[in-house]
């Protein structure tokens, strides 16, 4: 089964097929699906805004898509960036500008606890919609570290293993992220509504 991923970031369609191939399922880029379009994630959830997505791009290109609207929720700022996380301090900043702008609105707080939320949400061109939601705990660090991964990856530091996501490889990453685990969530729904088929 192909799904149209309803999202430009290259790493988000790396890290859903690494997950779901397992299930003989492609993900491809809006681009193969001949779909260029820019949604306005005008939802305050995840919940909302990964509907918003999936079923544009559901509509656009007539296959089933699927989405992931994902941010980073840092409790000392009232769960800000949230599901602002991609245009915190502006859509023109780089990944690293908007993470040392965290870094800088957080300094001096000694209460570092965060979490990374993931809503995958599904859309079938019969009006049917599958939806999942994984978390991952972690904390913000003083300076970021390591070289991988995207966004806030270089300061979100899992306490457990003692590294930021930037510092994981990427299966050690998507075995305990937000997006693993929605992905996972979502695949056992998946495979539940296709054997129901
Ligand atoms: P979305 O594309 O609207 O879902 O934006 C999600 C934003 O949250 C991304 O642009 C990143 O800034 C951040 N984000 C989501 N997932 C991750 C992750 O796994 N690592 C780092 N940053 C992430």
Do not use: W
């Not at 996380?85 to 990944?95: I, K, M, N, P, V």
């Amino acid at each position: 089964m192909k799904l149209v991923l309803a999202s430009k970031n290259e790493k988000k369609l790396a890290e859903m097929n690494d997950i779901l191939s397992h299930l003989g399922i492609e993900v491809c880029s809006e681009a193969e699906a001949g779909v260029d379009l820019e949604v306005e994630e005008t939802g305050t959830t995840f919940e909302e805004n990964s509907l918003l997505k999936a079923r544009a791009v559901m509509e656009a290109s007539g296959l089933p898509a699927i989405a992931d609207d994902s941010g980073l929720c840092v409790d000392c700022l009232n769960g800000a960036p949230g599901v602002y996380s991609a245009r915190y301090g502006g859509g023109e900043l780089s990944d690293e500008e908007r993470y040392r702008l965290l870094l800088n609105n957080m300094r001096g707080q000694m209460t570092r606890a965060a979490k990374f939320v993931s809503v995958i949400t599904c859309c079938f061109p019969n009006g049917d919609v599958l939806s999942a939601r994984g978390e991952c705990p972690g904390t913000i660090a003083y300076a970021p570290m390591g070289e991988g991964g995207f966004g806030y990856d270089p300061v979100f530091f899992v306490p457990e293993l003692k590294k930021t996501f930037a510092q994981l490889a990427p299966d050690e990453k998507n075995a305990i992220s937000h997006r693993g685990k929605a992905l996972e969530a979502f695949k056992e729904k998946l495979e539940e509504y296709l054997n129901g088929m």
